[in-house]
């Protein structure tokens, strides 16, 4: 890796390892399906990441920057879609793990929550803002952020998978999937408002 990527890469791992609206919810869905149910929703969702990089770079960004009204409808979207997903959460509160482990977010849900992930976007638009120069084309800082984004994603989901020996009984997983979705609102919102 050169010099000019260190930084970048540094900054990859601080924004995919560091809570928001995606890690939470593959802590849950590591929780309640397991690591190998959760690869695919990984690889989606860190690919859809490294994409919006990718297009911010070749101009979205610049678009989006040229039309707040845009930016605005797509954090309200995002944030009403992830207040969705956290009360389907809040709702599988009540339901043992094993019972709910027939939910689960899919792949294409994943890369999809990323169209409409605030942080994601936030992110991408810092990424070229600091980041890009004629030394660094866009489309390394798209992959270098795909090689981080792989292991920390998989880091929640491991997180998920080591809760469930505490998640046994229905007062636990009702206590879980509660702070989940609580985090969930919280970090979303945040995003939106802050």
Do not use: Y
């Given at each position: 890796?050169?010099?000019?990527?260190?930084?970048?890469?540094?900054?990859?791992?601080?924004?995919?390892?560091?809570?928001?609206?995606?890690?939470?919810?593959?802590?849950?869905?590591?929780?309640?399906?397991?690591?190998?149910?959760?690869?695919?929703?990984?690889?989606?969702?860190?690919?859809?990441?490294?994409?919006?990089?990718?297009?911010?770079?070749?101009?979205?960004?610049?678009?989006?920057?040229?039309?707040?009204?845009?930016?605005?409808?797509?954090?309200?979207?995002?944030?009403?879609?992830?207040?969705?997903?956290?009360?389907?959460?809040?709702?599988?509160?009540?339901?043992?793990v094993s019972a709910s482990a027939q939910r689960h977010l899919s792949a294409a849900s994943?890369?999809?929550?990323?169209?409409?992930?605030?942080?994601?976007?936030?992110?991408?638009?810092?990424?070229?803002?600091?980041?890009?120069?004629?030394?660094?084309?866009?489309?390394?800082?798209?992959?270098?952020?795909?090689?981080?984004?792989?292991?920390?994603?998989?880091?929640?989901?491991?997180?998920?998978?080591g809760s469930t020996r505490w998640l046994g009984t229905g007062s636990a997983s009702r206590?879980?999937?509660?702070?989940?979705?609580?985090?969930?609102?919280?970090?979303?919102?945040?995003?939106?408002?802050?």
């Amino acid at each position: 890796m050169s010099s000019s990527l260190l930084p970048f890469a540094l900054f990859a791992l601080v924004a995919s390892i560091s809570p928001g609206p995606t890690n939470l919810l593959i802590l849950a869905h590591g929780a309640h399906n397991g690591l190998r149910a959760s690869v695919l929703q990984i690889l989606a969702a860190c690919s859809a990441a490294a994409g919006i990089v990718w297009l911010v770079g070749l101009g979205l960004g610049d678009l989006l920057l040229r039309h707040p009204l845009a930016q605005q409808a797509m954090g309200w979207a995002g944030a009403l879609w992830l207040s969705l997903l956290a009360w389907r959460l809040f709702k599988a509160a009540g339901e043992p793990v094993s019972a709910s482990a027939q939910r689960h977010l899919s792949a294409a849900s994943a890369a999809a929550l990323q169209l409409v992930n605030p942080k994601v976007w936030l992110m991408a638009v810092a990424v070229i803002g600091v980041f890009a120069t004629p030394r660094t084309p866009v489309w390394q800082l798209a992959l270098v952020f795909l090689l981080i984004a792989l292991p920390c994603l998989g880091a929640w989901a491991l997180l998920g998978v080591g809760s469930t020996r505490w998640l046994g009984t229905g007062s636990a997983s009702r206590r879980f999937n509660q702070l989940l979705a609580a985090l969930l609102m919280v970090s979303t919102w945040w995003a939106v408002l802050g």
